[in-house]
């Protein structure tokens, strides 16, 4: 490979320094933090939590930093990957892997059929659009009591053990539960790297810079973002599947409009459209929930005064601001 | 005549009785006219003469209200825009219009990676060499060689418009189309402009929208000119600059 080759391998964003080289093993570093990750942690129940919740926002960020869409629906991949996870399970008696698979194609569908409806507003439009459909998802799965279990939530997800190739690995262990949970994660930012470093990544930048222009290069960009909208789909499914078996139990309100917004602070509070955002504004944000809300019932307000001062004056975010700075 | 000959004449695009409305406004109203292949086509004409309507009808950018678009022997009339790209048609925007936050070099190899790979999710772009190396010979031939690892945003404005030739170019295109390249830039940069048209002219066809008359009487092998949405006038330089009509159109307001 070239000098030229190498040096834009990752990315066509202008950078420079340390991040060039931390860019090229951005998938092996995340994998590395992730393996030490609950060492450091109080307990792993909430290590778990950020594993899922940054993949969450790893995959919504592909459509709110790479593609530069506001999604306000991202609630329903990430409610449906959990759902159909479960149902597997609780209804049909499926393994493990089946189940996560189940999950994967539910978040996978479901941002097709929400994507073919609201692809083609922008905006501010977008984000009222797709948070009106999945409202009806959650209306949709609430009804469905005989599936769903309905405003109990699905309940009976028990999965102690998870037999690999024979092996019979404990899933009860919150130890080996973390690290089951963690290596899907990990595969999925190392298929997130992959994808951003593809052809079709440049492609998802490029409809973000600028729609005409890509146009007038001769991509689609109504199918660009569809596409991109997908995939995201598949990831924000994986995490939901990957909830609801570290939960033994889908909440509804997995499905509200609440957990749409979540992710959005999350990605913002670790810095959209960089790699590493979500992970961090996961870590970040779990964190300093769990930490105020020992002190204080009104912990939201804490919290929320955080964020707000965060937005105002990293708007990059913590990453972003890291990365913009190491440019000066 | 020859085949030879035959193919030296050849129509590369040709519009039959095209309009457009917006609402009630008559943008363009029955324009017939063909462009030749190898050849600088000019369109002219003051401002609000519809020539910019004329320009998106021509790159697919919207469909026209009535009459056909033929490409190379075929109707593309409504046909979407990536379409026209993918058939050899590139074109640069009036107004600078490039992917700001990206790399000199990227905004090129993005443009001609959009014929080789539209849809992969999977290979590293990295392995596409030959769009970096042709990226890179693109970059020296729109003389940006010197600022290729720069976001374009940081460009200055004549370098932001020779990046979006370039990317134009980069979809090898059959037909150039051009709107005002000089918009808005100093005589030096005008002066540069001009001679990287004059340059890839030799080996394209090239139709380029112009709002300054003098720019293009040098260059063009024909010009038409617009003027209320309607054709006023088409020829050569020299029958254009003689006639009656257009006189009358661009007297009174001072040449620019």
């Known amino acids: ?328 | 005549m020859t085949a030879t000959a035959g193919q030296a004449n050849e129509i590369i695009l040709r519009t039959r009785g095209v309009g457009k409305t917006f609402g009630k406004f008559v943008a363009l109203n029955n324009i017939s006219a063909e462009f030749s292949r190898g050849a600088v086509t000019s369109i002219i004409g003051p401002n609000g003469a519809g020539k910019s309507t004329y320009f998106n009808l021509l790159c697919g950018a919207f469909p026209p209200t009535k009459g056909s678009i033929e490409f190379d022997g075929r109707d593309v009339t409504g046909l979407p825009q990536h379409r026209f790209a993918h058939m050899g048609i590139a074109k640069s925007f009036q107004i600078t219009s490039v992917f700001p936050q990206l790399t000199t070099r990227e905004n090129i190899r993005v443009g001609l990676q959009a014929l080789v790979s539209r849809y992969d999710i999977w290979r590293p772009r990295a392995r596409l060499t030959e769009l970096i190396e042709r990226a890179d010979e693109l970059l020296a031939l729109v003389g940006l060689w010197e600022s290729r690892e720069r976001a374009a945003k940081t460009l200055a404005h004549g370098e932001q418009r020779a990046l979006e030739i370039g990317m134009a170019l980069a979809s090898q295109p059959r037909l150039l189309l051009l709107d005002e390249p000089t918009a808005g830039m100093s005589p030096e940069e005008t002066r540069t402009m001009m001679d990287l048209i004059v340059k890839l002219a030799r080996e394209r066809t090239v139709i380029l929208v112009e709002h300054k008359m003098k720019l293009v009487l040098g260059i063009s092998d024909r010009i038409l000119v617009l003027h209320h949405g309607e054709l006023l006038a088409e020829g050569t330089p020299q029958e254009v600059r003689q006639n009656e009509a257009v006189k009358r159109v661009y007297l009174g307001q001072r040449e620019h």
């Open chain 1, 1 to 328: 490979m070239t000098e030229t080759a190498r040096s834009i391998k990752q990315s066509g964003v202008a950078t420079g320094g340390w991040y060039q080289f931390v860019t090229r093993h951005r998938a092996s570093i995340v994998a590395a933090v992730i393996l030490v990750f609950p060492l450091v942690m109080p307990f792993t129940a909430l290590a778990v939590n950020i594993l899922i919740y940054g993949l969450y926002a790893l995959g919504f960020n592909l459509v709110f930093g790479y593609l530069g869409l506001l999604s306000f629906g991202h609630a329903a991949l990430f409610g449906t990957g959990a759902y159909l996870c479960g149902i597997s399970i609780v209804h049909f008696g499926w393994p493990w892997y089946a189940a996560i698979a189940a999950g994967v194609a539910g978040g996978l569908l479901m941002a097709l059929l929400i994507g073919v409806l609201a692809i083609r507003t922008r905006g501010i439009y977008f984000a009222m659009v797709t948070m009106a459909l999945s409202q009806c998802v959650y209306y949709l799965f609430y009804q469905a009591v005989d599936l769903t279990g309905g405003e109990n939530g699905l309940r009976g997800i028990n999965v102690r053990t998870i037999d690999l190739f024979g092996l019979q690995i404990d899933f009860i262990n919150p130890m080996i539960r973390y690290y089951v949970i963690a290596a899907f994660v990990i595969a999925a930012f190392f298929v997130m790297s992959r994808i951003l470093a593809s052809p079709f990544g440049a492609v998802i930048e490029a409809v973000r810079e600028n729609e005409m222009r890509a146009r007038a290069s001769g991509y689609d960009v109504t199918l660009t973002r569809l596409l991109t909208f997908v995939l995201s789909g598949a990831f924000c499914g994986l995490a939901g599947a990957l909830q609801a078996l570290h939960l033994s139990i889908v909440p509804i309100e997995i499905l509200h409009y609440e957990t749409s917004g979540l992710v959005v602070m999350i990605a913002l509070l670790g810095g959209m459209g960089t790699f590493f955002g979500p992970m961090i504004g996961a870590a970040v944000f779990l964190v300093l929930e769990n930490v105020v809300s020992v002190w204080t019932v009104h912990w939201q307000l804490i919290v929320g005064g955080i964020f707000i001062a965060c937005v105002l004056f990293f708007p990059a975010g913590i990453w972003g601001t890291l990365i913009a700075r190491s440019r000066r």
